[in-house]
Each structure stands twice: as C-alpha cells, then as structure tokens.
C-alpha cells in the first residue's frame, strides 16, 4: 500500500455551505504548521511535566493568537470568530492542552471583560491578555455551584467603596500559572425574597486581580488528562477590591457569563473537532504503515470500516460547529447550535480517541503516543463547560420541553 497524504490528513476544513475565505485558509494553515513543528514535538515533554510550555505561549502571543477576535483599539487582531475556532481547532489537533489554554485564554478570560466591561476595564487589561503576555480566569464553580447557579456560596459585600469577597472556587483554568493577571469571581451580592417566599440570591462578577491580599491559589489539581493546562482551586479571604471592579451591571453575573458561555461553547467544539481529526490522522498513518501478516492492518475491512466511523464523526463535528459559529457572526440566534456543535464534537472525540487507542493496540496504551493523550484528554470534552446532560437539557428546553 503506498503512502499518500488524504484529505483527511490535510486537514481540509472547506465543507459545502460554510465556504473559507483565503483569509482563513492562509490563518488556518498557519496555525497548523506552528502545531504541527513546534507544539507537537514538545508535547509528551511538556505534558510528563505537567508544566505550562511558556515559551509556546509567548510565541502564540506573538503570532496574535490570544486577539483574534479583539478590536484593533485592544490590541486585538480585529478578526472574525471563525478565525480563532480555526485556530483552535488546528492546535487541538496535536495538544488539547493548548487548544484549551488559548480557548479559555480568550473565551473565559477575556471574553466577559470586553462584552461587558467599563472601557477603563477594557484598556487595562485586553491589551496584555491579547498579546498572550497575560492570562485571565473565571472563577464561577464552587463544591455546589455551576450549572446551578443558586448554589453559589461566594459572597461579596460592599462596604466603603470596596468590595469584600469569602469564598472559595473549583476547576478554574489559567488561574494559577505564571503569567494569570487576575480572575473574575461570580459572587452574591445581595439577595430578595420571591413572592412565594423563596430567596433569590443576586450574582454579580468582579475582577479579582492576582496579587490582592486574601486571595489564594491553591496548588494545582493532579489530573486524569490536560497536564499541560493550568487549573487551580481558589481561596478569597475577606479579599478588598475597588467598587470599581465590578464586572457588568450588578446582579447580571451569571446571566452575562451564560451568554459569554454559548459562545465558548463555539470555540470549545472546535477544540474537539481538532482532537477528533487528531485522533483519525494517526489511525490511518498507523493503519497504513504496520503490516500484519504480510500486509497493513488498514486492508482488513474492520480496521478501513472503524476510520471509515472516526472520518464521519469529524466531517459531522466540523459542520455542526461550523453552522453555530456562521449563525454567530451572523447576528442570527445560536444557542440551541452552540449546544449541538458541543455535545456532538465532545463525542466524537471520545469516540475517536477510543477507537484509535484500539487501532493502535499496545501502542496505544503508551503516554507518549499521541492516541493515548488524546485518550486520556478527551473525556473532560464530555464535561468542560457544559456538561453533556447540560447541553441535553439547552437542546430539549429549545425544543419546547422542561424535563
């Protein structure tokens, strides 16, 4: 069997209706050239120590990665939101970690600063966070808060033009490493009574920036996958920020952030996308190249049927992200999409690294093999923002139901 390169190993990302402007054909290949000679060689180093690859950031910085989607007059890239889901796509392909440092970077750090920040806000901190010389967080989980809200437990109490914030939050990325400049808390700020007697907690977000007494970042958590990606625990005692800090008209915390999140969602079935596709190129390099009784394991019909799977979960993943993010920067309603794009991206990187791991067989099962990150990262895609049972349940209540 001779070695050629396929489509699906080209990484054509052209799919009918969703036509690629040269623009982002120039970017996307751009992106992955980068993956594929500077951040894929150091990944298994990178991810054995567990350590946050600060160089690779610095250049992705310089590359203008982290202001894709920014104005100019932030030091953005003044590009459209395809362009970073593009990106990346390109970097989850070989290194989830960074896939998601750079989507979470953007999506959860300094997404909600520039939709709902004062300008002052926005010309402190979007100009070192687009040029990737800064990290920003978003401290929303707690023990018994995310998806529902009302278990926030984080308080925030104004008193002499400050604010004053106990707490404590969980699972928040990029909020402990080197060069993370602040985090924005969710935290109640007040609370009313409802007609029926219930109380309803008022959330509101404010910026917390490292470095303010009383806030701690607690030693990183010992994960399943994402090695390379930083994520930390957080402690806030009696921490004292500016009235100022304040993040969005108060009481619109949660509900700015769930906007902020469809969006992420976006950028976040990209991720997957790319970890699906990296998942299909190695299974069919592998199956091409190693021979079992005289001939490659891709000539028996089980192994060409089970890539032929792993290629229609990845051209099923790219369209549905695709349609939301089209739907996106068309002004046109996405949410239901966002939550589609992100259930069947998330699996089909979960089945793919499955299958591939198998493919692979002994292979598979060792860390250095890209398979086996991929095995071992994949499963938080079924989790990270948004579970899986959340995006049923965005889907189900679109479609009319309130199970």
Same mark, same amino acid.
């Given at each position: 069997?001779?070695?050629? #390169?396929?489509?699906?190993?080209?990484?054509?990302?052209?799919?009918?209706?969703?036509?690629?402007?040269?623009?982002?054909?120039?970017?996307?290949?751009?992106?992955?050239?980068?993956?594929?000679?500077?951040?894929?060689?150091?990944?298994?180093?990178?991810?054995?120590?567990?350590?946050?690859?600060?160089?690779?950031?610095? *250049?992705?910085?310089?590359?203008?990665?982290?202001?894709?989607?920014?104005?100019?007059?932030?030091?953005?890239?003044?590009?459209?939101?395809?362009?970073?889901?593009?990106?990346?796509?390109?970097?989850?392909?070989?290194?989830?970690?960074?896939?998601?440092?750079?989507?979470?970077? @953007?999506?959860? &750090?300094?997404?909600?600063?520039?939709?709902?920040?004062?300008?002052?806000?926005?010309?402190?901190?979007?100009?070192?966070?687009?040029?990737?010389?800064?990290?920003?967080?978003?401290?929303?989980? *707690?023990?018994?808060?995310?998806?529902?809200?009302?278990?926030?437990?984080?308080?925030?109490?104004?008193?002499?033009?400050?604010?004053?914030?106990?707490?404590?939050?969980?699972?928040?990325?990029?909020?402990?490493?080197?060069?993370?400049?602040?985090?924005?808390?969710?935290?109640?700020?007040? *609370?009313?009574?409802?007609?029926?007697?219930?109380?309803?907690?008022?959330?509101?977000? @404010?910026?917390?920036?490292? &470095?303010?007494?009383?806030?701690?970042?607690?030693?990183?958590?010992?994960?399943?996958?994402?090695?390379?990606?930083?994520?930390?625990?957080?402690?806030?005692?009696?921490?004292?920020?500016?009235?100022?800090?304040?993040?969005? *008209?108060?009481?619109? &915390?949660?509900?700015?952030?769930?906007?902020?999140?469809?969006?992420?969602?976006?950028?976040?079935?990209?991720?997957?996308?790319?970890?699906?596709?990296?998942?299909?190129?190695?299974? @069919?390099?592998?199956?091409?190249?190693?021979?079992?009784?005289?001939?490659?394991?891709?000539?028996?019909?089980?192994?060409?049927?089970?890539?032929?799977?792993?290629?229609?979960?990845?051209?099923?993943?790219?369209?549905?992200?695709?349609?939301?993010?089209?739907?996106?920067?068309?002004?046109?309603?996405?949410?239901?999409?966002?939550?589609?794009?992100?259930?069947?991206?998330?699996?089909?990187? #979960?089945?793919?690294?499955?299958?591939?791991?198998?493919?692979?067989?002994?292979?598979?099962?060792?860390?250095?093999?890209?398979?086996?990150?991929?095995?071992?990262?994949?499963?938080?895609?079924?989790?990270?923002?948004?579970?899986?049972?959340?995006?049923?349940?965005? @889907?189900?209540?679109?479609?009319?139901?309130?199970?």
């Amino acid at each position: 069997m001779t070695m050629q #390169m396929t489509r699906s190993e080209a990484a054509n990302t052209d799919v009918a209706g969703f036509e690629l402007t040269e623009e982002h054909l120039r970017l996307r290949d751009q992106v992955r050239d980068f993956a594929d000679t500077v951040v894929a060689p150091a990944a298994y180093d990178y991810d054995t120590r567990r350590s946050l690859p600060y160089d690779i950031i610095a *250049e992705m910085g310089r590359m203008g990665l982290f202001g894709l989607p920014f104005p100019v007059e932030y030091g953005g890239q003044g590009k459209d939101y395809l362009s970073l889901c593009l990106a990346v796509e390109q970097l989850g392909r070989v290194d989830q970690s960074i896939g998601v440092t750079l989507e979470a970077g @953007i999506g959860l &750090g300094a997404m909600p600063i520039f939709r709902n920040g004062t300008e002052e806000q926005k010309q402190e901190w979007l100009p070192m966070l687009a040029r990737g010389e800064a990290l920003a967080g978003f401290g929303l989980t *707690e023990a018994d808060a995310g998806s529902d809200a009302a278990g926030t437990k984080t308080t925030a109490e104004l008193r002499d033009g400050e604010w004053i914030i106990n707490g404590s939050k969980q699972f928040i990325t990029n909020s402990g490493s080197e060069i993370t400049k602040l985090v924005t808390i969710t935290a109640v700020t007040g *609370e009313s009574e409802r007609p029926d007697g219930s109380v309803k907690k008022e959330l509101s977000a @404010i910026l917390v920036p490292v &470095g303010t007494p009383g806030f701690v970042q607690e030693p990183s958590y010992d994960k399943v996958g994402w090695h390379t990606s930083d994520t930390h625990p957080l402690t806030l005692t009696d921490v004292h920020v500016p009235e100022a800090n304040l993040l969005g *008209e108060r009481g619109r &915390g949660y509900a700015n952030f769930v906007q902020t999140l469809d969006e992420g969602r976006v950028a976040f079935a990209a991720l997957c996308t790319g970890a699906a596709q990296g998942c299909l190129d190695e299974a @069919i390099r592998y199956a091409k190249s190693r021979n079992v009784f005289g001939r490659p394991i891709g000539a028996n019909q089980y192994i060409a049927f089970k890539i032929a799977r792993m290629q229609a979960r990845v051209h099923t993943a790219r369209l549905a992200y695709y349609d939301a993010c089209f739907k996106l920067m068309a002004g046109k309603p996405f949410k239901m999409e966002a939550s589609i794009a992100k259930l069947t991206c998330s699996e089909a990187a #979960m089945d793919n690294a499955r299958d591939a791991t198998q493919i692979f067989g002994g292979y598979g099962f060792l860390n250095e093999n890209p398979v086996a990150r991929h095995y071992r990262d994949s499963k938080i895609l079924e989790i990270g923002e948004g579970t899986t049972e959340v995006q049923l349940m965005v @889907i189900s209540r679109a479609l009319g139901f309130n199970a």
